[in-house]
């Protein structure tokens, strides 16, 4: 198979789509891919140096204040889009795959031109411009969370995949609690401020680890690399209560984890749905059409996870919403069972094989 792939600008687009490549590549001995990305955006740093095949676009988002910018990314649209023609006519894809950010408009609208099978992939509950708009055209959409289905009325056919990001979570190395000092017999609740950490929560979250030194569970809190210094200084915490400022390979520990506590992006949420963990999600107020909130939504209304909202979040309503579910088996054991029956199936795979259905 040969596909064209487009994804950029953030993580949170590239590396789904790095998922999709190694999968189409474990899965199909003739796989042949090429790559078509942003001129300087961080995916061009990073796919050349997976040894993936690269084609670069100059082309930005739209800006609210800037209109001369406007007009100019207006041509380099249409640039773009004769490039993505020649590229597509020269490299023949079977299918041509975009996987989020505003990179991705000219590149389906070129395979829409040239009669060639299309298939975009969202990875957030509400989605972005691009993929509403390419919706409409496109020949399949893959979507991360169910209730995102309503957003894409157009569309010719939607499957819900899930997110390919929660396949690496699976194939990490696991990290055992007691290689962080931890006891083994002990529950092991894991708190993540985001990779940078957050002002707001460390606040509140320091004001529940002071408090917890009776609890019969330990903590690892993560404050992020920026509020680390700030968050240990002068302060003393609870012997059941472990402060660092960052974890390369979350996923890893997560293996050995009984509840995590994030932020609700569609990345981390991918990865504990992999992983079936059960959580407590207080998704970012500060976020683009406040998406957090509808992706923790998504995973209360399968009854797989707690929400609270940053606005309610306090010392005390944390400490008694764990609890509840820590200290009463049946809660704790019927999201476990919910989690259980969501399908062992990867992500990327589910992909590959409505992919494959779409070309044969």
Same mark, same amino acid.
């Given at each position: 198979?040969?596909?064209?792939?487009?994804?950029?600008?953030?993580?949170?687009?590239?590396?789904?789509?790095?998922?999709?490549?190694?999968?189409?590549?474990?899965?199909?001995?003739?796989?042949?891919?090429?790559?078509?990305?942003?001129?300087?955006?961080?995916?061009?740093?990073?796919?050349?140096?997976?040894?993936?095949?690269?084609?670069?676009?100059?082309?930005?988002?739209?800006?609210?204040?800037?209109?001369?910018?406007?007009?100019?990314?207006?041509?380099?649209?249409?640039?773009?889009?004769?490039?993505?023609?020649?590229?597509?006519?020269?490299?023949?894809?079977?299918?041509?795959?975009?996987?989020?950010?505003?990179?991705?408009?000219?590149?389906?609208?070129?395979?829409?031109?040239?009669?060639?099978?299309?298939?975009?992939?969202?990875?957030?509950?509400?989605?972005?411009?691009?993929?509403?708009?390419?919706?409409?055209?496109?020949?399949?959409?893959?979507?991360?969370?169910?209730?995102?289905?309503?957003?894409?009325?157009?569309?010719?056919? %939607?499957? $819900?995949?899930? +997110?390919?990001? #929660?396949?690496?979570?699976?194939?990490?190395?696991? @990290? /055992?609690?007691?290689?962080?000092?931890?006891?083994?017999?002990?529950?092991?609740?894991?708190?993540?401020?985001?990779?940078?950490?957050?002002?707001?929560?460390?606040?509140?979250?320091?004001?529940?680890?002071?408090?917890?030194?009776?609890?019969?569970?330990?903590?690892?809190?993560?404050?992020?690399?920026?509020?680390?210094?700030?968050?240990?200084?002068?302060?003393?915490?609870?012997?059941?209560?472990?402060? %660092?400022? $960052?974890?390369? +390979?979350?996923? #890893?520990?997560?293996?050995?984890?009984?509840?995590? @506590? /994030?932020?609700?992006?569609?990345?981390?949420?991918?990865?504990?749905?992999?992983?079936?963990?059960?959580?407590?999600?207080?998704?970012?107020?500060?976020?683009?059409?406040?998406?957090?909130?509808?992706?923790?939504?998504?995973?209360?209304?399968?009854?797989?996870?707690?929400?609270?909202?940053?606005?309610?979040?306090?010392?005390?309503?944390?400490?008694?919403?764990?609890?509840?579910?820590?200290?009463?088996?049946?809660?704790?054991?019927?999201?476990?069972?919910?989690?259980?029956?969501?399908?062992?199936?990867?992500?990327?795979?589910?992909?590959?094989?409505?992919?494959?259905?779409?070309?044969?």
């Amino acid at each position: 198979m040969k596909i064209i792939i487009s994804a950029g600008g953030t993580g949170g687009h590239i590396y789904p789509a790095l998922s999709i490549i190694k999968k189409f590549a474990q899965l199909d001995n003739n796989f042949d891919c090429l790559y078509i990305g942003t001129h300087n955006r961080m995916e061009k740093e990073i796919i050349p140096k997976e040894g993936i095949k690269y084609e670069e676009l100059e082309i930005y988002g739209f800006s609210k204040t800037n209109v001369f910018r406007d007009i100019k990314n207006v041509f380099l649209i249409r640039k773009a889009n004769k490039k993505c023609l020649n590229i597509m006519q020269k490299f023949k894809p079977d299918v041509v795959i975009g996987v989020g950010g505003y990179v991705t408009y000219p590149v389906i609208k070129a395979a829409k031109k040239l009669g060639i099978k299309t298939f975009i992939h969202e990875q957030n509950s509400v989605p972005g411009k691009s993929n509403v708009w390419l919706s409409k055209i496109v020949d399949l959409v893959g979507i991360s969370f169910k209730n995102s289905e309503s957003y894409f009325p157009l569309a010719k056919k %939607i499957v $819900y995949t899930g +997110n390919p990001c #929660g396949d690496r979570a699976l194939s990490v190395k696991k @990290i /055992s609690k007691e290689s962080l000092g931890f006891k083994k017999n002990k529950r092991l609740i894991v708190i993540v401020a985001g990779s940078l950490g957050s002002v707001t929560l460390n606040e509140k979250f320091k004001a529940f680890l002071k408090i917890i030194g009776e609890e019969d569970y330990q903590v690892l809190y993560i404050t992020g690399k920026n509020y680390y210094d700030d968050f240990v200084k002068n302060d003393k915490f609870p012997s059941n209560v472990r402060i %660092i400022p $960052y974890l390369d +390979n979350l996923a #890893g520990l997560f293996q050995d984890t009984d509840l995590i @506590i /994030s932020r609700a992006g569609a990345s981390t949420i991918s990865e504990i749905l992999a992983l079936k963990k059960p959580s407590i999600l207080i998704p970012s107020p500060y976020v683009a059409n406040n998406h957090q909130y509808y992706n923790a939504l998504d995973l209360v209304n399968m009854q797989v996870a707690e929400m609270i909202e940053e606005k309610n979040l306090n010392a005390g309503m944390l400490q008694i919403t764990i609890n509840e579910l820590l200290n009463h088996e049946n809660k704790l054991k019927e999201m476990q069972n919910n989690l259980d029956k969501i399908s062992n199936k990867s992500a990327a795979t589910i992909i590959y094989e409505e992919v494959r259905k779409l070309i044969s």
